[in-house]
């Protein structure tokens, strides 16, 4: 069984920082490539960025590029995604993905919820 399990959500202050982690269980982590979504209130789900299975190969949105950082620790079974700089326009729910082909992806995590005060 294929489980993803996002965690380091929570309620941060314009300007702050946050880490989010997705540990993945029951793949071979190392084979997926991997990416980050969010949803905010009221919105569609949107990409955010994108890491390939090796880790040194990056595709960020726009409004997050020089605020945000992808990574990966493929012995460790862990995506993450570093948040500096937070806006109230960054509050959402944040999703982890993987999917076996490029652009696909076919395992999702239950979110952590990322509220940024103003």
């Known amino acids: 069984q294929v489980q993803l399990v996002e965690s380091g959500g929570g309620l941060v202050q314009t300007g702050g920082s946050l880490r989010l982690s997705c540990v993945v269980s029951?793949?071979?982590?190392?084979?997926?490539?991997m990416a980050w979504f969010r949803q905010a209130p009221g919105k569609e789900r949107e990409f955010v960025v994108r890491i390939n299975r090796s880790g040194d190969s990056t595709y960020y949105v726009d409004s997050v590029k020089g605020r945000f950082t992808i990574s990966r620790d493929n012995a460790k079974n862990t995506l993450y995604l570093q948040m500096n700089s937070l806006e109230p326009a960054d509050t959402a729910v944040y999703y982890c993905?993987?999917?076996?082909?490029?652009?696909?992806?076919?395992?999702w995590g239950q979110g952590t919820q990322v509220p940024v005060s103003s």
């Open positions: 029951g793949r071979t982590f190392s084979s997926y490539h």
């Open positions: 993905a993987m999917g076996s082909a490029f652009l696909r992806y076919d395992y």
